[in-house]
């Protein structure tokens, strides 16, 4: 079992940064993929970024959004700047312990947090 405990969320003007934390425990955090993920009113999930274990990393969320981990410290952080009112969601992190190639093919994560909401006023 993974427990992710996620942070950083709130209102903020569009234009400006917030920079999202997801602490991991219960299992080799360094051996995970991990990932964000947010979810709109009325939408689906939408996948955000993930990263491995070993730097593999990709987003949907390019230019303004950068995922990074800290494997010292279980964490994994998604630095938004530039934000607009759309990106209004909460924010989901993710955790899956299968290799990256597997994940990747559906990003149906075994390891879910609680979420942070994240609202951008115009």
């Known amino acids: 079992q993974v427990q992710l405990v996620e942070s950083g969320g709130g209102l903020v003007q569009a234009g400006g940064s917030l920079r999202l934390s997801c602490v991991a425990s219960g299992r080799a955090f360094s051996t995970l993929v991990m990932g964000w993920f947010r979810q709109a009113p009325g939408k689906e999930r939408e996948f955000v970024a993930a990263i491995s274990w070993n730097g593999d990393y990709t987003a949907s969320v390019k230019g303004r959004f950068t995922m990074s981990r800290d494997n010292g410290k279980n964490t994994v952080y998604l630095q938004m700047n530039s934000l607009k009112p759309e990106d209004t969601a909460v924010y989901y992190c993710?955790?899956?312990?299968?290799?990256?190639?597997?994940?990747?093919?559906?990003?149906?994560?075994?390891?879910w947090g609680q979420g942070t909401q994240v609202t951008v006023s115009s």
């Open positions: 993710g955790a899956d312990q299968r290799p990256w190639a597997v994940v990747r093919d559906a990003w149906d994560f075994a390891f």
